[in-house]
């Protein structure tokens, strides 16, 4: 590990995301050298996400950082009373609204705010309305349909928030965390209606997807969500998965229906 570090540290600010990379792969095999380097850790995770001009770094940067929460769970949090969380969120935020990144990254930085919420559980609520507001503001992304580019940019942006819409609902274990999420329920599904009724740019991933996130919701709140998982277009999304020719899309939702309140 300290070779890579020596490679890191050779010009300060400016990181090799092979070295990045390399140092992430060997946490995922040796969890146990994040707490032996935890300090050192950090400060590369902040200046790659705070490296805008050098797409590759930064993205190195978000794959360490899902190999640190991937590992840490909820100490990611704890270790620090979410002092270095916080930072990452505000840095990710940020992120979001810079020129100099590319859109095509905007669906990996979306993710990461999933990886944080499956790492740190109930703590999450404490980002919930920041992310959740950053979701609803990225389903209302709108592309030509004739780029083909845009459309594939499109259909990944859309794949990722349904990821970390799924991703905060399984998060929140206690109740009474899981009730902060029930308001945005209806953005949830509003979304899912959008991309329902948005046929020309609706693959079978998406459709794996909104099935998933229905089941979830279905899990998550029981009788609470009855009025609006019997809305037709629920029935609807679940029978076109049942005659799939999918199979795992078809499993997902022999799954949901079987959660689904009745």
Same mark, same amino acid.
């Given at each position: 590990?300290?070779?890579?570090f020596r490679?890191l540290?050779?010009?300060?600010?400016?990181?090799?995301?092979?070295a990045?990379?390399?140092?992430s792969?060997?946490l995922?095999?040796?969890?146990?050298?994040?707490?032996?380097y935890?300090?050192?850790?950090?400060r590369?995770?902040?200046?790659?996400?705070?490296?805008y001009e050098?797409?590759?770094?930064?993205?190195?940067?978000?794959?360490l950082?899902?190999t640190?929460?991937?590992?840490?769970?909820?100490?990611?949090y704890?270790?620090d009373?979410?002092q270095f969380?916080?930072?990452?969120?505000?840095?990710? $935020?940020?992120s @979001?609204?810079? %020129?100099?990144l590319?859109n095509?990254?905007k #669906?990996? /930085?979306?993710?990461?705010?999933?990886e944080?919420?499956?790492?740190?559980?109930?703590h999450s609520v404490?980002?919930?309305q920041?992310v959740m507001?950053v979701?609803?503001g990225?389903?209302?992304?709108?592309?030509?349909d004739?780029?083909?580019?845009e459309?594939e940019?499109?259909?990944?942006?859309r794949e990722?928030?349904l990821?970390?819409?799924?991703m905060f $609902?399984q998060s @929140?274990?206690d %109740?009474?965390a899981?009730?902060?999420i029930? #308001?945005? /329920?209806?953005?949830?599904?509003?979304?899912?209606?959008?991309?329902?009724?948005?046929?020309?740019?609706r693959?079978e991933?998406?459709?794996?997807?909104?099935i998933?996130?229905?089941?979830d919701i279905?899990?998550a709140f029981?009788?609470?969500v009855?009025?609006?998982m019997t809305?037709p277009?629920?029935?609807v999304?679940?029978?076109k998965?049942?005659?799939?020719?999918n199979?795992?899309?078809?499993?997902?939702?022999?799954?949901?229906?079987?959660?689904?309140?009745?």
């Open positions: 590990m300290e070779v890579f490679v540290d050779f010009v300060p600010n400016q990181l090799p995301p092979e990045i990379m390399a140092v792969s060997l995922a095999e040796i969890p146990s050298l994040i707490q032996n935890l300090e050192p850790l950090k590369y995770t902040i200046i790659s996400l705070t490296n050098e797409t590759s770094v930064f993205i190195s940067g978000l794959s950082l899902g640190i929460c991937g590992q840490m769970e909820v100490h990611f704890t270790m009373n979410g969380c916080d930072k990452v969120v505000e840095l990710l $935020i940020a @979001l609204h810079s %020129p100099k590319s095509n990254v #669906p990996t /930085i979306l993710n990461s705010f999933g944080i919420a499956s790492a740190i559980q109930d404490k980002y919930l920041r507001g979701l609803i990225a389903s209302k992304t709108t592309v030509n004739d780029d083909e580019d459309v940019y499109l259909i990944s942006l990722s928030i990821e970390t819409y799924t $609902i @929140l274990k %109740p009474q899981r009730n902060h029930s #308001p945005f /329920i209806p953005d949830i599904l509003n979304f899912v209606n959008i991309i329902w009724n948005d046929e020309a740019n693959n991933s998406l459709v794996g997807a909104i998933g996130i229905i089941g279905s899990v029981g009788e609470g009855r009025g609006i809305q277009v629920v029935q999304i679940i029978s998965g049942l005659s799939s020719r199979t795992q899309i078809q499993r997902t939702a022999r799954w949901a229906q079987s959660v689904i309140p009745k």
